[in-house]
């Protein structure tokens, strides 16, 4: 990358991963596109390129709700906007909570229900079923989102 070209550009970002291609992406798509992405490897090798592909529903605050869902629905018009699939298989993602998490975990999954996300709560045989051989002695309820 040359010292001119990184001076000339209109906007300069840090960083080639999902965060910052995203950002290169939607500039583009807004009309700026005198954008340099810089990276210390290659585009997107960093932890972005290595994800177990897990849509973070059940992880994030509430106030980031809405951002997972956009993201979400990003990954789904992937291939129709940008003519290659994004490499999203979706594998699911189960959260297990014990007692003192599981009316926390019960409040994600009734928000879950009303932002029209697909979630369920799981008791113990359904859990056995997802993750057989699982101690879940200290388990109370698990919160499993496709």
Same mark, same amino acid.
């Given at each position: ?8 550009a209109d906007v300069v ?12 992406? =939607? ?17 997107g090798s960093g932890s ?10 059940? /992880? ?11 993201? /979400?629905?990003?990954?789904?018009? /992937? ?55 699982? =101690? ?8 499993? =989102?496709?």
């Open positions: 990358m040359s010292q001119e070209r990184l001076s000339s970002i840090v960083g080639g991963g999902i965060q910052g291609l995203s950002l290169a992406y =939607n500039l583009a798509r807004r009309g700026v596109t005198d954008v340099c992405v810089l990276e210390m490897k290659e585009l972005s390129g290595r994800s177990a592909a897990i849509v973070g529903y059940p /992880f994030v605050s509430d106030k980031c709700l809405p951002l997972v869902d956009l993201s /979400f629905q990003a990954w789904m018009r /992937f291939e129709a906007e940008v003519g290659a699939p994004p490499g999203y298989e979706p594998i699911g993602c189960l959260v297990l909570a014990g007692p003192g998490e599981a009316p926390w975990l019960r409040r994600r999954h009734a928000l879950l229900r009303e932002m029209g996300v697909e979630s369920e709560l799981l008791g113990h045989e359904a859990i056995d079923r997802l993750t057989p051989h699982l =101690n879940l002695s200290d388990i109370e309820v698990g919160l499993y =989102n496709a």
